[in-house]
């Protein structure tokens, strides 16, 4: 008797390569700096923690499924209509549910060579053909992705601020790009990083979303709020698309202690300020210091730097990342970026900051000394 044949899975989805999140561990014994997931080191608001714990207290009922107190709360604090925000298990399952929505077996989703891994993982997911457009000095090239579109594309994905590169793209670039997208091509903002950027130039997208009926953007409370154990994101989008986005999210697809802390985060705009100026006095200052022991840095303007190790006689980030583990530092490889010669460093607090600094220094004097 033959074995039962095994279920076959839709064929693009064998294409997916698993996204492997940054290590939370390393080598060492001693203290670990875990800089490899770009996390807020302050943490998150006490008040945001205090009503995660109250909602420990009612944990046999069901959170409210349409987010209604989060969606008014980030209305409020963004100058936005409720009705046309929803909110997910963090911004990654909202970039699946476009996906899910709006692509179909023969469609297309541009994106960029050094974009977030999760673009590509959710398109194929849906069946559909990712199409990876190349970078200029590890920034958006709008020429480029508006070459790349043909009459099979469904969606761009632009991540303003990008991860892993630290770059933005201006808006008066961004409104170009949407002006310039076919009809019908829904364009995907992903601003997880926006709270952090500091440019006359940049904004978030919020305008565009605003006066168009084909952009979404999407957040998070991951970075700025702290609160990335609890998974949680929302999208601003025009009502034809939320009313479609709601068609495909799950029921109560938000727990009810993301979405309490999620309202006690906003409120507590104190907090938020102190991470912003953390974030603006180190992020140039690691740039200026990791860069004089001779590792370029890319500029960046999220809570994040990107080093490159090729640069150096020797230099490795493999070894490198090898080496800073086993003194209880920890960044994050890039290689499947596209970036194999670069790790990527979180601000983190100053001991953190510091002890990166001095293991950076001593990998240095290995090579050297070598």
């Not at 076919?182 to 904004?203: R, S």
């Not at 690691?286 to 840095?297: N, S």
């Not at 500029?299 to 490159?308: A, M, Q, Y």
């Amino acid at each position: 008797m033959s074995a039962a044949k095994s279920p076959e899975p839709r064929p693009s989805v064998l294409e997916i390569a698993a996204y492997i999140p940054g290590r939370a561990k390393g080598g060492s014994a001693g203290k670990q700096h875990k800089l490899s997931s770009n996390e807020n080191p302050l943490g998150p608001s006490p008040e945001a923690r205090e009503a995660f714990l109250s909602a420990a207290q009612s944990l046999e009922r069901y959170p409210d499924g349409s987010a209604t107190d989060l969606r008014e709360a980030i209305a409020s604090a963004y100058g936005l209509k409720a009705d046309r925000i929803i909110c997910g298990n963090g911004s990654d399952e909202i970039l699946a549910m476009i996906a899910n929505a709006y692509l179909r077996e023969g469609d297309e989703a541009v994106f960029t060579e050094h974009a977030f891994l999760v673009y590509r993982i959710v398109t194929l997911a849906a069946g559909a053909t990712p199409v990876v457009v190349k970078e200029t000095d590890l920034t958006v090239d709008v020429d480029a992705i508006l070459a790349a579109v043909t009459d099979k594309t469904r969606i761009v994905f632009l991540a303003n601020p990008n991860n892993p590169t630290g770059s933005y793209t201006s808006i008066n670039e961004v409104r170009r790009l949407r002006d310039s997208l076919p009809a019908g091509v829904l364009l995907v903002i992903d601003a997880a990083y926006a709270e952090y950027v500091q440019k006359n130039d940049y904004e978030a997208g919020i305008e565009l979303v605003a006066t168009r009926n084909d952009t979404i953007m999407t957040r998070t409370f991951s970075k700025i709020y702290g609160l990335a154990a609890l998974r949680l994101g929302w999208a601003y989008a025009p009502e034809a698309v939320i009313n479609t986005l709601h068609r495909v999210r799950g029921p109560f697809n938000v727990n009810a202690a993301a979405l309490a802390a999620g309202v006690a985060a906003l409120k507590d705009r104190a907090h938020t300020d102190r991470s912003i100026a953390h974030n603006a006095r180190w992020l140039p200052e690691l740039r200026e210091r990791i860069a004089a022991l001779g590792f370029p840095v890319a500029p960046s303007v999220g809570n994040f730097v990107l080093i490159d190790f090729s640069a150096v006689p020797g230099g490795d980030a493999g070894a490198a990342d090898e080496f800073l583990s086993a003194r209880g530092v920890i960044l994050r490889r890039v290689s499947a970026y596209g970036l194999p010669q670069m790790l990527r460093m979180t601000v983190g607090d100053d001991e953190s900051n510091e002890a990166t600094i001095a293991a950076l220094r001593a990998y240095r004097d290995t090579l050297n000394n070598g």
